[in-house]
């Protein structure tokens, strides 16, 4: 992950993959690293160099996403959308549905939408999947189950519904994840064909960011 590897890597994608805010004030200092990062993607001459630079920017920016996402997350939420998050939470394994949702935080369907990104930073429906893989990520691990199994017990329709969402939210299948984790217990953690390189495109850094910052 950013030329980088170790527990202590595993530990910064966990904080970020479990950031407790997704909709926070950013500030100028994360703009202009951000800004700087983007400028470098664009110059071809010392590629290296830049590369290193580029990967410096990006662990101190997301350094700083987490720090500003932790400081949003000291703000309380309104008990309607606290109620429905926490219900979420509580069962992850369920199919909640935006009905049930809004009508438990005495809310109309339209305006509990609207509330809910505007404190928790992402949409009922993408916070009930993250839910869910979070959860899944466990279960691959912690019970004798095969991957179908899960994916029924988590609420998907089939095994490729669940193994599509689970490479949309973590890049890689779960059967790929699995391989990937028993990789780092065999001391297989750097082996090519687990990790292949990434480039730090403009388009890469972009897509890896988006939902990450957001400045008002």
């Known amino acids: 992950f ?9 530990t910064f994608v966990n904080a970020l993959w479990n950031l407790p805010r997704r909709n ?26 830049n590369a ?22 000291q703000e309380s939420l309104s008990p309607d959308i606290a109620s429905a998050v ?51 990520k466990n279960l691959l691990f912690g019970d004798r189950k095969n991957i179908t199994e899960i994916a029924m017990q988590l609420g998907f329709s089939s095994h490729q519904h669940f193994s599509g969402t689970f490479k949309r ?16 217990e065999c001391g297989l953690e750097n082996h090519p064909d687990l990790y292949p390189p990434v480039r730090m495109t403009p388009r890469y850094i972009g897509e890896f960011c988006h939902g990450y910052f957001a400045e008002e």
């Not at 290193?52 to 997350?73: G, Q, W, Y």
């Not at 935006?98 to 993408?126: C, T, W, Y």
């Not at 939210?169 to 780092?184: D, E, L, N, T």
Request: hydrophobic share 40%.
């Open 86 to 136: 926490k219900w979420i939470e509580l069962h992850p394994d369920q199919n909640h549905h935006i009905n049930d949702l809004a009508e438990r935080a005495h809310l109309s369907v339209s305006r509990f939408k609207n509330k809910f990104v505007e404190q928790v930073g992402l949409s009922p429906g993408d916070y009930i999947l993250r839910n869910k893989i979070a959860l899944a």
């Open 2 to 10: 950013l030329g980088a590897s170790g527990e202590h890597v595993d």
């Open 169 to 184: 939210y973590i890049g890689c299948p779960p059967s790929a994840y699995v391989a990937q984790r028993r990789g780092k």
């Open 24 to 49: 926070f004030l950013g500030d100028r200092q994360m703009g202009k690293l951000l800004a700087d990062t983007m400028r470098l993607c664009w110059q071809p001459e010392e590629q290296l160099l």
């Open 52 to 73: 290193n630079r580029i990967a410096a920017n990006m662990v101190s920016f997301l350094l700083m996403v987490v720090t500003a996402a932790r400081n949003k997350a």
